[in-house]
């Protein structure tokens, strides 16, 4: 069954440095999405991106933030000057753009980021 | 005002027995989707179920069913014989409006353990 994957499954970092947090969306989804989840919390949407372009973001989504589709295959979140409350789990997300099953959004395994 | 209401922290059921989380939402769009998503200790989301808000019939797959009273603004995920795998997070969410790549809105969610 397809699925999505993520990489790398665990990243610490030093506060201040720059992540790339690496996805491999369903090969037939067209909206790719990212989530995060601070220990013990709710899932909160981060930004949605259809077409090569953001289609939705969120307020935590400010300018640290940047996601890109650099091929066929990968979709990235990079946080740039990573804080420390940054730490949590980061999911991505894809789903179809229509016809069965286009409902659901299908989440990866996670990555945990760590800021140190 | 939240839009997501997972009143129920923690549930305790035992094997076999069926459960009810609760999920309350509140949303003004007539077009609406609501998910229940499982977040076992291992962290991943898996999607369980989901509704439409113009369905009829109450959704249903395998032991899992979600009890839908669009007057209540309730979307209650009942699982029939509860199994010990079954512990997990139980999340509810919500997409707003009819459009694919729409956020999903998450609750707090509800921890259920089951014993044997």
């Known amino acids: 069954e397809p699925e999505v994957t993520q990489t790398p499954s665990h990243q610490v970092t030093q506060m201040g440095q720059e992540v790339i947090l690496r996805c491999v969306p369903i090969?037939?989804?067209?909206?790719f999405y990212w989530y995060r989840q601070i220990l013990g919390q709710k899932v909160e949407f981060l930004v949605s991106?259809?077409?090569?372009?953001?289609?939705?973001k969120s307020e935590i989504f400010d300018d640290q933030f940047s996601v890109e589709r650099p091929d066929g295959s990968n979709f990235t979140l990079k946080i740039r000057s990573t804080k420390l409350e940054d730490s949590a789990m980061y999911f991505c997300?894809?789903?179809?753009?229509?016809?069965?099953?286009?409902?659901?959004?299908?989440f990866g395994p996670g990555t945990r980021l760590t800021v140190l | 005002a939240q839009k997501i209401t997972q009143t129920q922290p923690g549930m305790f059921v035992q094997e076999k027995e069926a459960v009810t989380l609760d999920c309350t939402y509140d949303?003004?769009?007539?077009?609406?989707?609501l998910f229940w998503y499982k977040q076992p200790s291992s962290g991943e989301m898996i999607f369980l179920i989901y509704?439409?808000?113009?369905?009829?019939q109450n959704a249903t797959e395998g032991r899992y069913s979600l009890n839908f009273q669009k007057a209540r603004k309730s979307a209650n995920l009942v699982i029939s014989a509860s199994q010990l795998g079954d512990s997990a997070m139980y999340f509810c969410?919500?997409?707003?409006?009819?459009?694919?790549?729409?956020?999903?809105?998450f609750g707090k969610g509800t921890t259920l353990s089951v014993s044997s």
């Open positions: 997300a894809s789903s179809a753009a229509g016809g069965p099953g286009h409902n659901e959004q299908f």
């Open positions: 090969s037939n989804h067209l909206y």
């Open positions: 991106f259809y077409n090569n372009e953001i289609s939705e």
């Open positions: 949303t003004s769009d007539q077009s609406y989707g």
């Open positions: 509704q439409g808000s113009y369905d009829e």
């Open positions: 969410a919500m997409r707003e409006g009819a459009r694919a790549g729409t956020a999903l809105i």
